[in-house]
T-cell receptor
Framework: GAVVSQHPSRVICKSGTSVKIECRSL??????MFWYRQFPKQSLMLMAT?????????EQGVEKDKFLINHASLTLSTLTVTSAHPEDSSFYIC?????????????FGPGTRLTVL | GNSVTQMEGPVTLSEEAFLTINCTYT??????LFWYVQYPGEGLQLLLK?????DKGSNKGFEATYRKETTSFHLEKGSVQVSDSAVYFC????????????FGAGTRLTVKP
């Protein structure tokens, strides 16, 4: 099946620093990738849709200047949490949809746990 | 808008018990329906899916049938194992709406030996 990787799997940073998370589709091309946030024992909240070669589409309430998304190639999207604060600590999960198939199945990465001290 | 309502947990069962996790949806048009499973500390894995009414998705002994008349996609397994302990998410998605995958709240299942 389709594989999506995320890097890093865990990151601990100091308040005020920026953190970049990578999401890669390993064996397929993805015009569209998605970024989700998951709080403990809660469901996934869609943050933004990342479109290759164009600006990301952010969900209501998600600060685009806080969560910078870049989708520079068909296999890579990055999420940068700028000036991170403790309240940004969360589990960030990306997903990708195979551009080559007429399917709405999303394949998820293993997630990145961010802890901001 | 599209939404998914999922049976709240937690659910605790003994090994070999029968499992049902209810899921109903609200959507315009004809969405695809999914069950994802999340093991502790990991991302989501696709468990099964169904793309049209009356389709049955199945995998690893789990199954769910797309019921348009009741707008439901209940997850069932005849005999659960300890290794099935995880959080299960019902979700829907629509190709005509590029980014619209909606998740239920998740149901935590614990299976005891």
């Amino acid at each position: 099946g389709a594989v999506v990787s995320q890097h890093p799997s865990r990151v601990i940073c100091k308040s005020g620093t920026s953190v970049k998370i990578e999401c890669r589709s390993l064996d397929f091309q993805a015009t569209t990738m998605f970024w989700y946030r998951q709080f403990p024992k809660q469901s996934l909240m869609l943050m933004a849709t990342s479109n290759e070669g164009s600006k990301a589409t952010y969900e209501q309430g998600v600060e685009k200047d806080k969560f910078l998304i870049n989708h520079a190639s068909l296999t890579l999207s990055t999420l940068t949490v700028t000036s991170a604060h403790p309240e940004d600590s969360s589990f960030y999960i990306c997903s990708a949809r195979d551009s080559g198939l007429n399917t709405d199945t999303q394949y998820f990465g293993p997630g990145t746990r961010l802890t901001v001290l | 808008g599209n939404s998914v309502t999922q049976m709240e947990g937690p659910v605790t069962l003994s090994e070999e018990a029968f499992l049902t996790i209810n899921c109903t949806y609200t959507a315009t048009g004809y969405p695809s329906l999914f069950w994802y499973v999340q093991y502790p500390g990991e991302g989501l894995q696709l468990l099964l899916k169904a793309t049209k009414a009356d389709d049955k998705g199945s995998n690893k002994g789990f199954e769910a049938t797309y019921r348009k008349e009741t707008t439901s996609f209940h997850l069932e397994k005849g005999s659960v194992q300890v290794s099935d302990s995880a959080v299960y998410f019902c979700a829907l998605s629509a190709l005509y709406n590029n980014n619209d995958m909606r998740f239920g709240a998740g149901t935590r299942l614990t299976v005891k030996p």
